[in-house]
């Protein structure tokens, strides 16, 4: 996939295209990029159009202005759907991604065909005892990067992935993640609870690995309880990126919730 950006936009993207299909977009993790991907999009990319982006400060959208940051990151996600021509959309978040795709859809709900939050948490009902956990982690991970990104990413590659292809590969991308990028992160939490669930009219996915740490598996357990229509996936084997431990049973999941995602609210899809 070529990448491609638009006028007046820091973030870099990549189309694959196959006719007539339905799309699906792919956001990453936070210090990686969208190559984090590459299984699904060599599953995916005969039988969906895909669209993967590089987030603010990652991979090849580090080409910023001042004032850019990381709370405007659905606008340009609109702005480049309505520059490809893309009227909805298949959405995928992981990590950090899953809190953009339902800033998104936030936002922007007629836009989106389904919506699958792994490793994330509910943006709009974020509970302040684990926020603030959240955030005295975040911290800690930026203070050693601070000091060290090799130490970071060392660090960070077991927090994020359990098998030891999927901590290599993260590794490998998580190294090359600039120092400077910290500062579009500051403003992620203007995008936390912020808005009301509505009534959701596409189909919601939400699931971790079961190796994830703790706090994880009891937000997917919080949201589950707010949102009872939404369905869980806990993947065995594999810890915070699911679709980096296990690609296979990942990409069986997503193929078996699109395929649903046309008879909303009636499909059904088992666990793992």
């Known amino acids: 996939m070529k990448p491609i950006k638009l006028a007046h936009s820091p973030i870099t993207y990549f189309i694959s295209r196959t006719g007539q299909a339905e799309w699906i977009l792919f956001i990453h993790a936070a210090f990686v990029n969208h190559n984090m991907f590459k299984t699904q999009f060599e599953y995916f990319e005969n039988t969906y159009n895909i669209l993967a982006i590089d987030i603010i400060g990652h991979g090849q959208s580090t080409d910023t202005q001042k004032g850019d940051t990381i709370d405007q990151m ?76 090799k130490w970071f990413a060392e660090a960070n590659k077991k ?23 910290f500062l579009f992160l500051a403003t992620l939490n203007n995008m936390v609870n912020k808005y009301q669930t509505g009534q959701r009219n596409y189909p919601l996915l939400i699931g971790c690995g079961k190796f994830d740490i703790p706090m994880e598996l009891e937000a997917v357990k919080a949201w589950k309880d707010s949102e009872p229509d939404c369905i869980v996936v806990l993947f065995e084997n594999a810890g915070h990126c699911v679709n980096m431990d296990v690609p296979q049973e990942f990409n069986k999941t997503m193929e078996k919730f699109w395929r649903g995602a046309g008879q909303f609210p009636n499909h059904t899809l088992s666990s793992h």
């Open 74 to 149: 659905t606008n340009w996600v609109f702005d480049i759907l309505k520059a490809e021509n893309i009227d909805k959309i298949h959405i995928v978040g992981v990590s950090l991604g899953a809190v953009l795709a339902q800033d998104f859809a936030n936002h922007h709900p007629n836009k989106v065909s389904s919506l699958a939050c792994f490793g994330g948490y509910d943006i709009n009902h974020f509970n302040p005892k684990m926020k603030n956990e959240n955030s005295a982690k975040q911290k800690r991970m930026i203070l050693k990067a601070l000091f060290s990104v």
């Open 159 to 181: 927090i994020s992935a359990y098998t030891s292809q999927a901590q290599n590969e993260f590794y490998a991308m998580n190294i090359r993640f600039p120092k400077k990028s």
